[in-house]
Nanobody, 121 residues
Framework: QVQLVESGGGLVQPGGSLRLSCAAS????????MDWYRQAPGKERELVAT???????NYADSVKGRFTVSRDNAKNTVYLQMNTLKPEDTAVYYC???????????????WGLGTLVTVSS
């Protein structure tokens, strides 16, 4: 019943910016840690950025200083602001979230279906 839907992907020139969104919907009591992953063709999926429920953030070294992850708990949404984009940022970007469905339960892992980001001239 829980769904994560990414949006905001598209084609952008090197040096440009893009903002991704991931909205969680369904019978959600609470959202824990939310992450952004990406996967390029022929490559393994890699962790890009993380934001915890306490708003602690972490980034892959390759995106530090360029990407910013944030969340809006009132909207059950996590964002990834991507600046100074490089061709090597081209990938399908996936959202992951840990979701508590009912008060007192544990958190369950959910994944979105991804949104494609292409950085090219």
């Amino acid at each position: 019943q829980v769904q994560l839907v990414e949006s905001g992907g598209g084609l952008v020139q090197p040096g440009g910016s893009l903002r991704l969104s991931c909205a969680a919907s369904g019978n959600i009591w609470s959202l824990g840690t939310m992450d952004w992953y990406r996967q390029a063709p022929g490559k393994e999926r890699e962790l890009v950025a993380t934001v915890t429920s306490g708003l602690t953030t972490n980034y892959a070294d390759s995106v530090k200083g360029r990407f910013t992850v944030s969340r809006d708990n009132a909207k059950n949404t996590v964002y990834l602001q991507m600046n100074t984009l490089k061709p090597e940022d081209t990938a399908v970007y996936y959202c992951r979230a840990y979701v508590m469905l009912r008060y007192g339960d544990g958190f369950l892992e959910h994944w979105g279906l991804g949104t494609l980001v292409t950085v090219s001239s």
